[in-house]
């Protein structure tokens, strides 16, 4: 059975570093072709993909927040970290975990609500 | 990267078919056969019900086909049930830099 699970913070202050961990089980990120990825979904609209991870530690960023993002992998732990630095209000959002092997996301965490308020 | 173009809504009666549009460019749906559909209900996160174009995911009912055409791909819900009103949203690769461009989204209403 594969499940995700997103952790972190659920309120943050403008200008803060969010910090959101992926725990997943039932494949390994080791295997070929397996990519971890993040996705957000500011209340009432579609959702953004953010990052991606593949199971070689390649790395893939939406150019639009490059600059703010960190995506990496702890194989061990079967964990996915992302960072974005400057958070503001406007990034306010539910923040999920995905999988992907097909560049599709076929199994996705329940996702976590992050709030940026002062 | 833009994001792709659906319509807002899509409503039909039980029984019927509805079709969702997802219209994107030369650089993703119109380059590669590697366009998703989820649906999501709310509060819940998004399942996915289609991948590389017309692919079902194991569990995923029948009823939900998809094609595409030039740059606009399409997921058809045929036999439309009370269960199907969701929201529902295509994604597509759009290259190496960047994987993955979500769709706008569309809200299916079953009258």
């Known amino acids: 059975q594969i499940t995700l699970k997103e952790s972190g913070p659920t309120l943050v202050k403008p200008t803060q570093t969010l910090t959101l961990t992926c725990t997943f089980s039932?494949?390994?990120?080791?295997?070929?072709?397996?990519?971890v990825g993040w996705i957000r979904q500011p209340p009432g609209k579609a959702p953004e993909w953010l990052a991606l991870?593949?199971?070689?530690?390649?790395?893939r960023y939406s150019p639009s927040l490059k600059s703010r993002l960190t995506i990496t992998k702890d194989t061990s732990k079967n964990q996915v970290v992302l960072t974005m630095t400057t958070m503001d209000p406007v990034d306010t959002a539910t923040y999920y975990c995905?999988?992907?092997?097909?560049?599709?996301?076929?199994?996705w965490g329940q996702g976590t609500l992050v709030t940026v308020s002062s | 990267q833009s994001a792709l173009t659906q319509p807002a809504s899509v409503s039909g009666s039980p029984g019927q078919s509805i079709t969702i549009s997802c219209t994107g460019s030369s650089s993703d749906v119109g380059l590669y056969n590697l366009v998703s559909w989820h649906q999501q209900h709310p509060g819940k996160a998004p399942k996915l019900m289609i991948y590389e174009v017309t692919k079902r995911p194991s569990g995923v009912s029948n009823r939900f086909s998809g094609s595409k055409s030039g740059h606009t791909a399409s997921l058809t819900i045929s036999g439309l049930q009370a269960e199907d009103e969701a929201d529902y949203y295509c994604c597509s690769y759009a290259g190496t830099n960047t994987p993955f461009v979500f769709g706008t989204g569309t809200k299916v209403t079953v009258l």
């Open positions: 995905a999988r992907t092997t097909t560049w599709a996301f076929d199994y």
């Open positions: 039932g494949f390994s990120l080791s295997t070929s072709g397996m990519a």
């Open positions: 991870i593949f199971w070689d530690d390649d790395k």
